[in-house]
């Protein structure tokens, strides 16, 4: 039912567990003998944080700051999108995160250009209004 214990092989220490208030496991200091050999281990793949691509971003202070002064519609639509980078960023979706973050970027300067064309247009009426 239980299997056999492992053989004790002479100089080495026991490990011993005991239930109580502080169950913990002794673990003695293991300092390997000089004569195992050494081993050099090689790693395959991109190198930690040397050259991964930066993560996309969300855009969402814009995508709040272009609905509430420039235009409204687009700039909620805008603010979704950020959030949904958001989402995706979480989720470790980078693709999506990539793609929404490009849609909010869009929708932002849309948003910026639509805000600035009313606020010139309204300029040069009040303008063409006050000469006449």
Not at 4 to 16: E, K, M, S
Not at 19 to 37: E, K, M, R, V
Not at 78 to 95: K, N
């Amino acid at each position: 039912m239980y299997p056999p214990p492992l053989p004790h092989y002479p100089n080495q220490p026991v490990i011993a567990c005991q239930p109580g208030a502080n169950p913990a496991f002794y673990q003695p200091s293991f300092l390997p003998p000089s004569t195992y050999p050494s081993y050099t281990i090689y790693v395959n793949g991109l190198p930690l944080r040397d050259e991964q691509p930066p993560l996309p971003k969300d855009y969402l202070v814009e995508s709040l700051l272009v609905t509430i002064f420039c235009c409204l519609m687009s700039g909620l639509v805008a603010v979704m999108y950020s959030y949904e980078t958001r989402a995706a960023l979480t989720r470790g979706d980078i693709r999506e995160a990539e793609k929404t973050s490009h849609k909010a970027r869009l929708l932002v300067m849309f948003s910026l250009m639509f805000g600035v064309f009313v606020f010139v247009g309204w300029i040069i009426y009040v303008v063409i209004v006050l000469c006449v």
